[in-house]
């Protein structure tokens, strides 16, 4: 992914120069305006990348964002900077009384090295009080990279990223609680699994036994399924092993099944396993298209997909069962057909 590999080698700089930067000026110049230019926005081109933003609060003029970039003569996103030193948690309310006042949707507050990205979910043109993106740019995973893609000049969808952005940030925030009751389990968490295992009166001391063994057994949990993941794989492996040293050499089929058709038959379990299970959506590969089907059934297609060749295709169903071809830039673009998707699989469900 070329995002990854830019995305990387910025990280890579900014573990090689951090110490030798003192300002927020300089780590505006050293690590966020690259960033910028990484998402393809031209940095020198005034009408599109912005510094020092005028966003004046009401009787309070003269009030500026650091930069705001702009799509059509709209602001798209502002950026508050840091130095990279800083502890961002301070500085949010800033960036809250800028975003009010702009017509943007999206608000980023950086160091150059921790990156907040907000939106208003919770109230119109009220920016959040949490992020729904947070990362560290020196510790990216493949799947943060997916979401920063997302704000890429090629790739800016305002309503694509406002849906999947609740999503993000709940998700975010329910790992983090999960996280929190592992480590430290609150009265309320212990309560509800004591309350179910103790039959006598929960006391003080039952209590505090009770916080130990929570914490304990989740822990013990956590520790066996990573060990059956293991065992498991380490399984399949062996008979993988030992069915190719029995089978006599044959002629390789033309079908061959990519990382990347798989993804996108998951981009679309995800879309419908909100209306029915997930072994009811079963995948074909052919040479001319990936298939996606209901029930393992050819005559009820959910979708074909046509990803192998220098344009991609998402092949979509009508009521009559013809397929209609629209094309796509990547997989991400998926989201785009969740009605389409969702429409053909009622539309055989009442047969």
């Known amino acids: 992914m070329e995002l990854y590999s ?19 000026e300089s780590t505006k110049h050293a690590f966020t305006l690259p960033f910028i230019n990484i998402l393809g926005y031209d940095t020198f081109n005034p009408t599109e990348v912005v510094p020092e933003f005028t966003a004046d609060l009401g009787l309070k003029k003269g009030e500026k964002v650091d930069y705001a970039i702009f799509q059509n003569n709209v602001p798209i996103l502002i950026i ?21 006042v702009t017509k943007t949707r999206f608000a980023l507050l950086t160091n150059g090295i921790q990156y907040r990205f907000y939106t208003d979910l919770e109230a119109t043109n009220k920016m959040d009080e949490k992020p729904f993106l947070e990362f560290d740019i020196t510790k990216l995973k493949e799947s943060t990279v997916r979401e920063i893609e997302k704000f890429h000049k090629s790739k800016f969808d305002i309503s694509l990223i406002v849906d999947n952005a609740s999503n993000l940030k709940y998700t975010r925030e329910i790992k983090s609680l999960i996280d929190r009751e592992i480590t430290e389990p609150s009265q309320d968490f212990v309560k509800l699994f004591a309350s179910k295992a103790y039959n006598g009166r929960l006391t003080a001391k ?11 057994a989740f822990n013990q949990i956590i520790s066996e399924r990573v060990s059956d993941r293991l065992n498991s794989a380490l399984n399949k492996e062996e008979e993988k092993q030992q069915a190719e040293d029995q089978i006599v050499e044959q002629p390789k089929t033309k ?31 052919t040479q001319s298209y990936f298939g996606i089907l209901l029930d393992d059934n050819n005559r009820k297609p959910i979708c074909r997909l ?7 295709y998402i092949g979509l169903f009508d009521q009559d069962k013809k397929e209609n071809k629209v094309k796509i830039e990547t997989i991400d673009d998926i989201y785009r057909y969740e009605k389409n998707l969702l429409n053909t699989l009622k539309l055989y469900d009442s047969e």
């Open 6 to 24: 830019q995305l990387k080698g910025l990280a890579d700089k900014i573990e090689q120069l951090k110490d030798k930067i003192d300002t927020e």
């Open 80 to 100: 508050e900077c840091k130095n990279w030193k800083q502890n961002l948690d301070v500085h949010n309310s800033q960036l809250f009384r800028y975003f009010h």
């Open 206 to 216: 039952v209590m505090e036994e009770f916080t130990e063994i929570v914490s304990k």
């Open 255 to 285: 079908v061959e099944t990519t990382d990347e058709e798989i993804e996108a038959y998951q981009i679309v379990v995800a879309i419908l396993r909100r209306k029915i299970g997930k072994d009811r959506i079963v995948h074909r590969d």
């Open 306 to 312: 046509h990803l192998n060749g220098s344009t991609k």
